[in-house]
């Protein structure tokens, strides 16, 4: 078994944009099984962990390359979240992973995503370049609305409450 040995290095243009992007060169990764087959095959630059392995059987090599996965995590913004009554805590939203699957079974699978990790167990999954981009847009329009919308209302809700409960403690009883 041989896996493909292409490197890319330089500038290349992403085919889901307009937009030039910096290819770095991968490496190679390498699994021997016991029984003297040998795969290898490259390992994005960006991959986090390189999946080489010695000494495992034939079965667990196949299993192996069936289930690669190379992955590359990115940071998201820390907040505090609650969760029905519970105390909240501080989590990290929009973080997630670029993932590539070499060898699923479907070709498509075979080409880097993202994965966006919402919150808790809410992710927004499978996105290529086209689909990041809407994403983040959508974000920013988002974020425009609370700031320049919701805000000014809630500091309004908040100045007009305060102007007719001044004698009033937080709970809502008298002071």
């Known amino acids: 078994m041989s896996g493909m040995r292409t490197v890319h290095v330089g500038l290349a243009a992403d085919s889901d944009s307009d937009t030039d992007v910096r290819v770095l060169p991968g490496r190679t990764w390498t699994i021997a099984s016991t ?5 290898t095959g490259y390992l994005p630059a960006w991959a986090d962990d390189d999946p080489s392995a010695s000494g495992v059987s034939l079965a667990r090599l196949v299993v192996l390359l069936g289930d690669m996965c190379h992955q590359a995590h990115f940071s998201g913004q820390w907040m505090r ?5 519970e105390a909240g805590e501080e989590s990290a939203v929009f973080s997630g992973t670029i993932d590539c699957t070499p060898y699923a079974e ?15 167990d809410y992710w927004v999954n499978g996105l290529d370049p086209t689909g990041l981009a809407e994403f983040a847009a959508r974000l920013r329009v988002q974020a ?20 007719r409960h001044a004698g009033s403690t937080v709970n809502g009883g008298s002071s």
């Open 35 to 39: 029984d003297g087959y040998t795969a």
């Open 81 to 85: 979240v609650v969760r029905a009554r």
């Open 106 to 120: 479907d070709p498509a699978g075979r080409l880097p995503v993202a994965n966006v990790w919402i919150v808790d």
């Open 144 to 163: 425009d609305y609370l700031d320049g919308e919701v805000r000014p209302l809630l500091a309004a809700a908040r100045s007009e409450w305060t102007a």
